[in-house]
């Protein structure tokens, strides 16, 4: 293992997402050489290492007990052995367990080191066909929609990609928050299932991906990774466009929300402040 070979490390080892030839040469040797595993599901943990003939002591490490164990697993390595983090798959510490381990491992001056591989993050940022520059990780939304809406209000006139993973049980409502919060015609993608056998993608404004999910009776199964296009910054927005203008008009025409909304994908304005304007062009 060269450098690898001395004591009192922990490793951060990436797993594949799904597809077990994803595994690198890498991980399977730091797995194969370290003294113990810590592993967010030690049965399906015990189910990856099986698979590559490698038989190592677990220790369940997950959000309910991370805090309570990580000192005791650090007490170990401090004292020489060797040690690999493992998460249900990707990349650990990526909304996964891992930081407060990790936290204390750097305050007690261990020697941590990455191996890196599989992610769903990037892996679905590559495929997605948006801008890959600038993106914003998020994670999960919250599980409410009132917390869902209010979180995505917050990132409406964020301009870098918008990454998120979802549930299957909550993936349309949450496309459905899209719509209502960011708008009918923000581009998306999401990607279902990576690297295993039923991987799906789903992609076009935000109205488009919606009815795709709706029409797929397999859309509410699996893992998701959502992205979603930035915000036109303000400096892009269409020169010479007299806003009050432009909300009266429609207005006239359309409830004050859905003015708005309009308004501001032509404007590269905040909806809400639209929706606010709007209503005081009503009132006069």
């Given amino acids: 293992m060269g450098s690898e070979s001395g004591s009192g490390v922990l490793y951060i080892v990436a797993t594949p997402i799904g597809n077990l030839e994803d595994i690198t040469t890498r991980a399977e040797k730091v797995l194969a050489s370290v003294d113990f ?12 290492l099986q698979s590559l003939v490698i ?6 490490l997950h959000d309910h007990n991370e805090r309570d164990r990580a000192g005791s697993v650090l007490d170990r390595v401090a004292a ?12 650990p510490l990526i909304s996964d367990p891992g930081y407060v381990l990790v936290r204390q491992a750097r305050e007690r001056g261990i020697r941590v080191v990455p191996v890196p591989g599989a992610s769903a993050l990037t892996a679905a940022l590559s495929v997605a066909g948006l801008p890959t520059d600038r993106f914003t990780f998020i994670g999960f ?38 719509v209502a919060v960011l708008g009918a015609e923000r ?20 109205q488009q991906v919606l009815e795709q999910l709706e029409s797929d009776a397999n859309a509410t199964k699996g893992e998701f990774v959502v992205m979603v296009q930035g915000a036109v910054p303000r400096a892009e927005a269409l020169p010479g466009i007299d806003v009050d203008k432009l909300l009266a008009l429609l207005c006239a025409e359309l409830p004050v929300k859905k003015a ?11 909806r809400n402040e639209l929706y606010q304007r709007a209503l005081a062009l009503k009132g006069e």
């Fill in 260 to 270: 708005a909304r309009i308004g501001a994908e032509l404007t590269g304005f905040s």
């Fill in 55 to 60: 038989r190592k002591p677990l220790v369940a």
């Fill in 37 to 48: 595993i810590a592993a967010e599901d030690t049965r399906h943990s015990g189910r990856l």
């Fill in 187 to 206: 581009e998306m993608a999401i990607t279902r299932e990576l690297t295993k056998t039923f991987e799906s993608f789903y992609g076009g404004t935000a």
């Fill in 141 to 178: 939304l919250p599980a409410k929609r009132s917390g869902r809406q209010s979180a995505l209000s917050s990132l409406e006139q964020e301009s870098a990609t918008l990454v998120f993973y979802e549930s299957p049980h909550r993936i349309i409502d949450m496309v459905q928050d899209v």
């Fill in 80 to 91: 020489g052995e060797t040690m690999a983090l493992i998460s249900d798959a990707g990349t």
